[in-house]
């Protein structure tokens, strides 16, 4: 029941995956003040996503997902900023197996880990490949492309750090914890 590595379980969480991801993008978006920057919901619900069905997933969840909310939000897709999310879906996702979510566990330890993950990942991508590329590719101002992508960075970190803190949580304890059941 396998194609190309990932289980069909995997293959439907990405097709679902990228349309709430595009919906919450496109719905769920907090103007910040900053043309064309947002606090986005999405990140948190991509950091779910990537830390329960792992690194490709996640990578492509953040990838089909941001092409599509570009698409539909601005009628053309801004590429670098969409390898970004990319990014961040699958540095997140390289979380998975340390953590081990499906174990129902999601303690202080595990917090600690993701949100170190999650922060570094995030200012890699935000701070410093998005703002670069906007001036390699598109030819932008560098002061509006970095203000933009330390907006956009901080604002994702906080929003993960807390939205997606309390998701992973929350689907932790739907999960049996190893070793919890007991014959009688």
């Given at each position: ?58 990578a492509l969840i953040g990838f089909i997902g941001h092409v599509l909310n570009d698409a539909l ?112």
């Open positions: 029941m396998r194609n190309g590595g990932l289980s069909i379980k995997t293959i439907v969480a990405i097709g679902i995956g990228s349309a709430v991801f595009a919906i919450l993008a496109k719905f769920a978006a907090i103007p910040t003040g900053i043309p064309n920057t947002t606090v986005q919901t999405a990140y948190a619900f991509l950091a779910l996503m990537a830390v329960v069905f792992g690194p490709i997933a996640g939000s601005y009628g053309s897709v801004w590429w670098s900023w969409v390898l970004v999310s990319l990014i961040v879906g699958f540095g997140i996702g390289l979380i998975s197996n340390k953590i081990n979510i499906e174990a129902g566990t999601f303690g202080t330890k595990q917090i600690i880990q993701f949100n170190i993950t999650q922060a570094i990942t995030q200012s890699v991508g935000w701070f410093l490949i998005a703002p670069t590329l906007d001036i390699w590719i598109y030819a932008e101002p560098a002061n509006k492309v970095y203000l933009q992508g330390i907006v956009a960075g901080v604002s994702n970190i906080l929003t993960v750090g807390i939205i997606g803190t309390i998701l992973l949580i929350t689907y932790a304890k739907t999960r049996s914890q190893t070793g919890s059941l007991t014959k009688e």
